[in-house]
């Protein structure tokens, strides 16, 4: 199933109009951005979206959008945070807008607080926002990692927190 809405990932001035029709679409997304993580949506040349880069980014977006509804995807975005890629942050921001997390990306999501840029601080934002901040995954991570406890206590203390 290749969506038109691939392509108009791709062109700068319909892209963020794109992301927003999708999102709209709510569950009808699912299978759409499923073939979008998965490699099996194409282009005309049989080069799969996932390797334009901003397709998936765009793809990251409307999962995050979704919230609940893109629990189905939970592995996929998981995999796009394990992959260590230029997108992770997108899928820890995707993770942490799912709500219960499989452990598996717990781990991941733990794992993260150790990374540099924005990956870090979306994937304590994400363990914030799932609840998991009292997991033994994460206490283990914490007690493991002076950095990563230095960066999930920040991040739990931002007041932002305390209204969700």
């Not at 994937?123 to 799932?130: D, G």
């Not at 995954?137 to 007041?159: C, F, N, P, T």
Request: charge should be neutral; charged fraction near 25%.
């Amino acid at each position: 199933m290749n969506d038109p809405i691939f392509e108009r990932f791709l062109v700068p001035g319909d892209r963020a109009k794109a992301v927003v029709e999708l999102t709209s679409r709510g569950a009808a997304a699912l299978p759409i951005l499923e073939v979008l993580f998965s490699g099996e949506a194409k282009n005309q040349f049989n080069v799969s979206y996932r390797a334009c880069g901003i397709a998936l980014e765009c793809g990251l977006i409307v999962a995050s959008r979704l919230g609940g509804l893109a629990k189905p995807l939970e592995r996929y975005l998981r995999e796009e945070l394990h992959n260590g890629t230029v997108f992770a942050a997108h899928a820890a921001t995707a993770l942490g807008s799912l709500g219960k997390l499989e452990e598996a990306s717990i781990v991941e999501l733990a794992e993260a607080l150790d990374q540099s840029g924005l990956l870090w601080s979306e994937a304590a934002v994400a363990l914030v926002r799932s609840g998991e901040l009292e997991n033994p995954l994460v206490k283990h991570k914490v007690q493991s990692s002076e950095k990563a406890a230095g960066r999930l206590r920040y991040v739990a203390s931002m007041k932002i927190f305390k209204q969700i």
